[in-house]
Each structure stands twice: as structure tokens, then as C-alpha cells.
């Protein structure tokens, strides 16, 4: 193909990538034309709705008939593999499952010392209750970031009050969502799986990857742009670390209104805040968005005739606690009372408790904390809750 047609080419699939749902499209002109009567209905019979049981259809078996073609140069192993696909494994429920154990966690605050080489992750989910996940600190801005552009992606998606529209939405953009909360995921489960082995130059290559066409603003992650990417920058591009680009500074301009604020580079941003507004109802399979509401962001809603009883997760529960006179920082000197966030399940478990926090936080000239900051940093200082004040 002659230069000029490669890169007319490539200038229409950019083009596609910015119309896509998790390209950054104006949300209200997409809805717009999916309302528009130009616009031909999709039959029921066709459509798999949110809200509706999935039917269970056997999967068409697609017959090749013709072998296989070499691996291509853009395909590397290290890339995670784009679901292209939902079938039986990853209906809406599931889906949605996931995202709420696997791809809800907590992004802590700048720490206050630039000496400390790591960040704490707290995930909460089915099976990782409380988990603690460390990573090198280089992560925490980028997956600041991945994580807003996940949330916000939902949340825009999931939004629109017709259910007609909002399941179109859906249906267009899950398994781009999908693909985000996977690569979370991965991360997360990597770095826990590194565990206590884990140095500072620990590095997850199908995160990087990601990240790497992120920093290009190339925000969809299915096959053909993955394949595209590689055409246009070539293998080399990958190489060389990743979190070395300026995170910083990228991540507050952001992509297509996918921003992180300085705010929230500063302060993080809280599992409970990225999901705030999702609520699902198990009983009728239905899950939307509702950018107003005042229940708990982890609302699930259970079904008894005709009355809704929400069923909530646990709060932050705000403690005092008392620093015990050894070992103290050279910075400190006798007992200071700081202010730290715990969750617990169980009230009691708020008393006697013995609990690993930092003290890194913005303090007063008598020593106390004045911004409370959850117990997520590798801890400098063991404490004893002294009293509740729940």
C-alpha cells in the first residue's frame, strides 16, 4: 500500500477509536443518534437486555477452512488478551460482579516522604476481604488514573434513564470496560502474588503495555488497535520503563475529558468514591447508575414483594489512636495522638484492637494529625486504639 493511503488509513481507524464508548465520545450526541428514529430498532428477540435473565444459547461453532496464519509481530504474549466475546462466562451479571470484587480499590494519599518506595493499594471484594497490595510507588499515579478512566467510563455508560438507551450503551462498550477492570486486576494480583519477594523494580509487562498506549492516547485496547498501535510505533516503543513518563503532569490534561484532578493526585481517590452511585438490584438483574443518589456507594438492593430493603457494606469508621512510645520517628518525641481510618465488620473488633498504621499526614504544632489517612503504608509505628469515637 502506497505511504499515503497507510496513513489515510490509519488517520480513519484513529478517527473510529475517538467515536468508540471508552474513546472519550460526547456521551449526549451518541444518545442522541441512538434515539434518533434513523435509527433502526434492534427486535427483543435480537437484544440481550440489563435487566432481563440471559438466555442460555449455545455458542456457534465457527469452522476454519483454512489453517491458521503465522502469529502476527503485534500479538506478544505479554499483552493482556481483549475478550472479544461475552458467551456464557462474562454475562451482565458477571460482569458487573467483577467489577465490584475485582476492580474496586482504594488509591492512598501522596505519601508524605519521597524516601518511601512504595504504595499501598486496599482492595475489598468476594474473595480479597481487607487485602493490603503493594506496589512500587511509580504505579500509583498511573493506576490513579486507569481507575478514574474505568469508573468514570461506567459511570457515563450506565447512566442514561431509558433503559432502552442505557442498555445500547452497554452493550457497545462492557467488554471495553471489562477489559480495563481486567488489567486492574491483573496488576493487583501480581503484585500480590510478588508478595513480600517484591523490590522496587518490579514491573507487570501487560499493565505497562497498556499503560504505554495510554501514554499515545490510545485508550481502546481491542485487537485491531492493539494491531494498529503496532504498526504505527513498532515494537521498540514498548520499551524502556514506563513509569519514567511524565504520569504527573499527563494524567491532569488526560484524554477526551478522562482526567484525574490535583486534588485527587493529592488525596487519592477511595474505593467508596469510584463506585459511589452504582446500585444493583440482585433479585431483578438490574444495575444502573444514579449520579444523585444517597445511598451507600456499594448499595445492593434485595427484593421482599413489593418493599426494597437496602443491604449495605460497611463504613470507614473514624478512631483515635495512641502511639506507644517505641520505636518513634526522629521527628517525634513522647506520645502523640493521631488521627486514623479501620474498617471493621464487627463494632466490638473497634475496641482492643492492635493495629499497623503510618503516620504520614499533614500535622499541627502539637503533633496531632489534622488529615486523617487510611492505615494503608508499609507501618512506622504500632498502635492501640485508646478510644472510639464512631
Not at 505511504?3 to 473510529?16: D, F, N
Not at 505479554?78 to 466475546?85: G, N, R, T, V, W
Not at 481491542?222 to 513498532?234: L, N, S
Request: charged share 25%; proline share 8%; with cysteine.
Amino acid at each position: 500500500m502506497p505511504h499515503a493511503e497507510m496513513k489515510s488509513a490509519r488517520r480513519a481507524k484513529r478517527e473510529l477509536q475517538q467515536r468508540t464508548p471508552l474513546g472519550g465520545r460526547r456521551i449526549s450526541s451518541a444518545l442522541t443518534a441512538r434515539s434518533s428514529s434513523n435509527t433502526p430498532n434492534i427486535p427483543e428477540s435480537e437484544s440481550q437486555s440489563i435487566s432481563a435473565p440471559i438466555p442460555k444459547a449455545p455458542i456457534p461453532i465457527i469452522t476454519q477452512t483454512a489453517p491458521p496464519t503465522p502469529q502476527k509481530g503485534w500479538r506478544n504474549p505479554a499483552d493482556l488478551p481483549f475478550i472479544s466475546k461475552a458467551g456464557k462466562t462474562w454475562d451482565d451479571p458477571a460482569i458487573i460482579r467483577f467489577l465490584r470484587t475485582k476492580a474496586a480499590f482504594s488509591i492512598p494519599p501522596r505519601a508524605a516522604s519521597t524516601a518511601d518506595p512504595w504504595v499501598i493499594v486496599r482492595c475489598i471484594g468476594a474473595d480479597t476481604d481487607g487485602e493490603l497490595v503493594r506496589l512500587p510507588r511509580g504505579y500509583r499515579i498511573p493506576l490513579l488514573w486507569v481507575a478514574k478512566f474505568l469508573w468514570s467510563s461506567v459511570a457515563l455508560i450506565l447512566a442514561p434513564a431509558d433503559p432502552a438507551v442505557r442498555k445500547d450503551e452497554w452493550d457497545d462498550a462492557k467488554l471495553d470496560i471489562l477489559h480495563a477492570a481486567r488489567l486492574c486486576d491483573h496488576l493487583l494480583s501480581a503484585a500480590a502474588e510478588a508478595g513480600a519477594g517484591m523490590d522496587r523494580g518490579w514491573r507487570c509487562a501487560a499493565f505497562d503495555r497498556a499503560l504505554r498506549r495510554y501514554w499515545h492516547r490510545w485508550l481502546v485496547s481491542r485487537d485491531e488497535f492493539v494491531r494498529d498501535f503496532w504498526r504505527e510505533f513498532g515494537e521498540e516503543e514498548y520499551e524502556g520503563d514506563v513509569l519514567k513518563l511524565g504520569w504527573g503532569q499527563w494524567v491532569l490534561k488526560g484524554h477526551k475529558g478522562f482526567a484525574v484532578t490535583k486534588q485527587e493526585v493529592l488525596n487519592g481517590i477511595t474505593m467508596e468514591e469510584f463506585i459511589k452511585g452504582l446500585v444493583v438490584d440482585e433479585d431483578e438483574g438490574t444495575f444502573q447508575w444514579l449520579p444523585s443518589t444517597t445511598e451507600s456507594p456499594t448499595t445492593e438492593h434485595h427484593s421482599h414483594g413489593t418493599s426494597t430493603v437496602p443491604v449495605q457494606t460497611p463504613e470507614w469508621r473514624t478512631v483515635h489512636v495512641q502511639a506507644l512510645p517505641t520505636p518513634l520517628p526522629s521527628a517525634a518525641s513522647g506520645n502523640f495522638v493521631y488521627d486514623a481510618k479501620i474498617e471493621s465488620r464487627d463494632e466490638n473488633a473497634l475496641q482492643n484492637f492492635n493495629l499497623l498504621a503510618n503516620v504520614n499526614g499533614v500535622r499541627n504544632t502539637t503533633g496531632q494529625i489534622v488529615r486523617s489517612l487510611p492505615p494503608l503504608l508499609p507501618p512506622s509505628l504500632l498502635f492501640l486504639v485508646s478510644d472510639c469515637c464512631c
